[in-house]
């Protein structure tokens, strides 16, 4: 079976490395040792969460966009069909 390059980007686990300060990595020890899970899911599930957080939907590009100009809606509309 071939893969694609975006099926090895996006779709394979990823190992990596990452500089993390003492003072969290102890914090996420103990959340690991509270919570009974290993530290690799704990950090999954926080990087899970943070881009649930961050995740912009088609709405939020959308909607609110007149809201930014200064300019009346009809007044665009009617200018831009005076053009016709």
Not at 64 to 74: K, P, R, S
Request: charged share 30%; hydrophobic share 45%; with cysteine.
């Amino acid at each position: 079976m071939l893969i694609s390059n975006a099926d090895i980007i996006y779709k394979l686990p990823m190992r990596t490395l990452i500089d993390i300060p003492d003072a969290q990595i102890a914090e996420l020890g103990a959340v690991c040792e509270r919570l009974k899970r290993p530290r690799a899911a704990v950090v999954r599930a926080a990087i899970s969460e943070y881009l649930a957080r961050h995740r912009r939907s088609a709405d939020a590009d959308a909607f609110g966009l007149w809201g930014l100009t200064a300019q009346d809606g009809l007044a665009y509309q009617r200018e831009r069909r005076a053009e016709w």
